[in-house]
T-cell receptor, first 108, second 113 residues
Framework: GQQVQQSPASLVLQEGENAELQCNFSSTATQLQWFYQSPGGSLVSLLSNPSGTKHTGRLTSTTVTKERRSSLHISSSQTTDSGTYLCAIDPHTGKLTFGDGTVLTVKP | DAGVTQTPRHEVAEKGQTIILKCEPVSGHNDLFWYRQTKIQGLELLSYFRSKSLMEDGGAFKDRFKAEMLNSSFSTLKIQPTEPKDSAVYLC???????????FGEGTRLSVL
């Protein structure tokens, strides 16, 4: 089965609304990372958060290791936040396994 | 600081051809990854090198895909022979160690006709 599952698959918001993205994983993970991919662009790391809560700018990630889940909260969304958000884990192998992503569309 | 450089950015091949994609990792990084990205399958790992040693050869991708890293500053991914189902974006990434997020290149968009 798929090691990393993300939900929702897509999300449409009005500018200024908050977004909550979920990531569930089936293996224990030494690393959990959130990436952003702009339409047609490459991947950029947003946050590394194997456990606990981390903040950067308008992003907050909370990972509950025992429950094998992580969330990414985007506050006060902007149109430039539109793109795909990918969750990836390293299940003690040294390499990252990715989820299918959440496609976020923020309308003006 | 130069990031991960991939060439070419776009490649069009006919079925049965051999193509070679290139990647220059960030100087000093020890780990290098090749991923394939499609809308249906998402991101799939093709190869993983640590200090130029092949750690992962991508399982199902073994038969026609071969990644090499002859020196620490250059890697190639050869697809031979190409098939239409190989049409995808091929991404290269590098990182210093396990605790860092990998830096990704812009990718090579391959179309096989």
């Amino acid at each position: 089965g798929q090691q990393v599952q993300q939900s929702p698959a897509s999300l449409v918001l009005q500018e200024g609304e908050n977004a909550e993205l979920q990531c569930n994983f089936s293996s224990t993970a030494t690393q959990l990372q959130w990436f952003y991919q702009s339409p047609g662009g490459s991947l950029v790391s947003l946050l590394s958060n194997p456990s606990g809560t981390k903040h950067t700018g308008r992003l907050t990630s909370t990972t509950v290791t025992k429950e094998r889940r992580s969330s990414l909260h985007i506050s006060s969304s902007q149109t430039t936040d539109s793109g795909t958000y990918l969750c990836a884990i390293d299940p003690h192998t040294g390499k990252l396994t990715f989820g299918d992503g959440t496609v976020l569309t923020v309308k003006p | 600081d130069a990031g991960v450089t991939q060439t070419p950015r776009h490649e069009v091949a006919e079925k049965g051809q051999t193509i070679i994609l290139k990647c220059e990792p960030v100087s000093g990084h020890n780990d290098l990854f090749w991923y394939r990205q499609t809308k249906i399958q998402g991101l799939e790992l093709l190869s993983y090198f640590r200090s130029k040693s092949l750690m992962e050869d991508g399982g199902a991708f073994k038969d026609r895909f071969k990644a090499e890293m002859l020196n620490s500053s250059f890697s190639t991914l050869k697809i031979q022979p190409t098939e239409p189902k190989d049409s995808a974006v091929y991404l290269c990434a590098s990182r210093d160690n396990n605790n860092q997020a990998p830096l990704f290149g812009e990718g090579t968009r391959l179309s096989v006709l």
